[in-house]
């Protein structure tokens, strides 16, 4: 249990570390951009604007995003977007954001005032008219937002989907079985039964003990699998593996590609790029 807790911690850090990154380089970017894009439209107006402006107003709305940051993960980790979840979420976040925006005014208030009152010499002032000055921050402010929730979600779907990967991978070395993700449901099988595999768009059609199975797996995600539980397996083909020990048969066609049968019966057609993975 308690290896447990510590696996699911180092994940959620993994996760906000990364998200965290991601969004400070993408916001330094575009803050960047508008203060450059600033800059030149007063160019083309003919009107005097001190360079150093756009940046501060720019970067010290960037700083205050990043230094809510954090609350907005801890949030989303208590109050995640799950099948179950996703309405009373979605509840929880508008009122969020909205908390979110008003804190953003607030810090990079302070910070505009800071930097006016050191850089420039001068005061800053921003309110001109409350209520719509805040809805007009809260309609900017929503995009961050939804940006950040949504990367901390795709992050960890990433992430638990690697480390069931790695899992699996750990499972195949040690016991020999395959642990295979079918909608809702988990196969398990001896990886030795395997017969052959193929592409079937997001699924791989899986041959084994007489049996056809779907797992959602690449192809070339099954067939580390199997190398890992030390089946010698072949690739045949950009859609087909099979199990080298259940080869029966291999005949040439016309056009330079070959035939496979295979010790259930099944036929395959093998590419003639992938025929020397197969004994002549």
Do not use: C
Not at 58 to 76: D, G, K, N, Q, R
Not at 97 to 119: D, E, K, N, Q, W
Not at 148 to 154: D, Q
């Amino acid at each position: 249990m308690a290896t447990e807790l510590t696996q699911e911690a180092a994940l959620e850090h993994r996760v906000a570390a990364r998200v965290f990154l991601i969004m400070a380089l993408f916001l330094v970017a575009i803050g960047v951009l508008n203060a450059l894009g600033l800059l030149t439209e007063a160019q083309r107006d003919g009107r005097t604007l001190d360079p150093r402006v756009p940046f501060i107003l720019e970067l010290t709305s960037v700083i205050a995003i990043m230094a809510l940051a954090p609350l907005v993960i801890l949030f989303e980790r208590r109050v995640p977007f799950t099948a179950e979840t996703w309405r009373s979420a979605l509840v929880w976040h508008a009122l969020g954001s909205i908390a979110f925006s008003m804190l953003h005014v607030g810090l990079f208030i302070v910070l505009r005032t800071l930097a006016y009152a050191l850089i420039l010499g001068t005061s800053y002032g921003f309110f001109t008219d409350l209520p719509t000055d805040l809805l007009y921050e809260y309609r900017k402010d929503v995009f961050p937002y939804a940006v950040l929730i949504l990367m901390l979600g795709l992050q960890r779907s990433l992430e638990e989907h690697r480390r069931e990967a790695e899992a699996a991978r750990a499972d195949a070395r040690q016991t020999g079985k395959l642990t295979l993700k079918a909608g809702g449901r988990t196969i398990f099988l001896d990886a030795a039964s395997l017969d052959w595999a193929s592409a079937a768009g997001n699924y791989v059609e899986i041959r084994a003990n007489g049996a056809t199975h779907l797992a959602r797996i690449s192809l070339a995600a099954l067939e580390q699998l199997l190398s890992d539980a030390g089946v010698d397996v072949a690739r045949v083909h950009r859609s087909h593996l099979v199990n080298r020990a259940k080869v029966r048969e291999i005949a040439p066609v016309r056009d330079g590609d070959f035939r496979i049968r295979m010790a259930d019966g099944a036929e395959l057609r093998g590419s003639r790029r992938y025929r020397s993975s197969l004994p002549a």
